[in-house]
């Protein structure tokens, strides 16, 4: 795909190559990464890198934009058709800098926000006590039910009229069930809060309707481009008309610098390829994927956080499996399969070595992979972190491993 680079610099080259290597030969079941598509990878490597373009569209501080103006509208356009958004931002650099300029636009410093807590599946931009939101703001958390591990809607409720914060954010990272916008909407109407929500997991989903949709009434809808929607590394931001003004001076020059046109490029094309029918068809697959991978893991005898899986993702609890997540992270990393260690609801241990992993099946479902080979994956995960401490099993696995792979190649 490089070879140019192969000769100009091979050391960088050399490394390139091991990486697609390692990503053919893996198992990867971040639920946050992806695959690109091969013109995705040529547009973000197109000579828009090259050019400045601060401001926005017809708008610009520096001459020679005319056809910047032009990718940057067909992504613009792309993206409201794609969602039904009556305003959108394609210049966040990704999704954190996307929430902060958000709250940088409709906030003032210590008003208060709620938001979910990381620990239980939101993000660190929701408003985590290290990260710039809970620093700069006042956040309150709403999380899940200690009986049914679900979002409980009756005590953000509660919170919500007892605190009545200015933005209510929802979307998640590691929840793997549906998310009721429509009722968390009415509830940020009710204690006249905006309602803001970070779709970043599960914009393909959406766009696949097998999630529902945040739109028409959300106010202000962020995300990643580069999640189950398969485009580049960036952000986005989705609003109603009439806080459309406020984000971008938020976005450009309240935060950023010149945009990068050559992500925002790859952008429109990945909205382009999400415009098309076959893109349903791939996001329906990535959730049955995830289901068909969830009964696998559970006949192998794994707890899933709320017994299941309605989205891409599955979060295990390994808490009675006399492992932690970190030691089956690094197990299965010795097996070639790749993924993360995550914070169960009300776990008991600490981040760096909690008591579950996180898994999803976006990466798989890109390679071709179906509910047949999802059974195969769980054997496999079952297996190794049964035998998470067996250097041999696991180098056992992860033949079986580089052998499912071969069939599953995807840049050729
Ligand atoms: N780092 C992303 C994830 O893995 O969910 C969220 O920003």
């Known amino acids: 795909m490089i070879d140019l680079l192969k ?4 050391e960088v080259y050399s490394v390139i190559q091991q990486e697609l290597h390692r990503q053919m030969n893996v198992l990867e079941m971040i639920p ?11 547009a973000m490597g197109s000579v828009f890198t090259n050019k400045y ?9 520096y001459g020679g934009n005319e056809f910047t103006d032009i990718v940057e509208e067909i992504a613009i356009n792309r993206a409201k058709q794609l969602f ?11 999704g954190s800098p996307a929430n902060i300029a958000v709250y940088f636009a409709l906030l003032q410093f210590g008003d208060k926000v709620m938001g979910m807590s990381l620990a239980e599946g939101g993000h660190l ?11 700069a703001y006042k956040f309150v958390q709403y999380g899940v039910s200690r009986e049914d591990e679900r979002i409980d809607y009756d005590a953000m409720r509660k919170t919500a009229l007892a605190e009545k914060p200015k933005i209510i954010v929802s979307g998640a990272t590691a929840y793997s069930r549906e998310i009721d916008f429509k009722q968390i909407h009415e509830i940020a109407q009710e204690c006249g809060a905006i309602s803001m929500t970070d779709i970043a997991h599960i914009a393909g989903l959406i766009v696949a309707g097998v999630h529902q949709s945040p739109f028409p009434f959300t106010e202000v809808v962020t995300t990643t481009t580069h999640k189950t929607l398969r485009g580049p590394r960036g952000g986005m931001i989705m609003c109603k008309e009439q806080y459309g003004q ?5 976005v450009f020059p309240g935060l950023q610098g010149g945009p990068h046109e050559h992500t925002i490029a790859a952008k429109a094309v990945c909205f382009g390829e999400a415009l098309k029918p076959e893109f349903k068809t791939y996001g329906k697959q990535i959730v049955k994927n995830a289901k068909a991978l969830a009964d696998a893991l559970q006949a192998g005898g794994l707890r899933l956080v709320t017994g299941g899986t309605d989205n891409h993702l599955l979060l295990v609890d390994l808490s009675d499996k006399g492992v932690s997540g970190k030691e089956a992270e690094i197990a299965l990393d010795k097996a070639n399969i790749t993924v993360n260690k995550n914070m169960i609801p009300f776990d008991k241990r600490k981040p760096f070595d909690p008591s579950g992993i996180r898994l999803g099946t976006p990466v798989l479902t ?10 195969e994956v769980g054997r496999l995960i079952v297996k190794a972190v049964g035998k998470w401490n067996d250097e041999a099993m696991l180098a056992n696995v992860k033949a079986e491993v580089i052998d499912l792979c071969k069939d599953f190649q995807f840049y050729r």
């Open 7 to 10: 000769e100009a610099d091979p």
């Open 84 to 94: 039904g958004a009556e305003h959108v931002n394609v210049q966040p650099y990704s």
């Open 53 to 61: 373009s601060e401001g926005y569209p017809h708008k610009r501080y």
């Open 366 to 375: 890109t390679r071709g992979m179906k509910e047949s080979e999802m059974k």
């Open 246 to 250: 406020a984000i971008d001076k938020a």
């Open 125 to 135: 931009t929701h408003g985590h006590a290290v990260n710039f939101s809970g620093r």
């Open 32 to 42: 946050s990464e992806n695959l690109v598509s091969e013109p995705v990878l040529e």
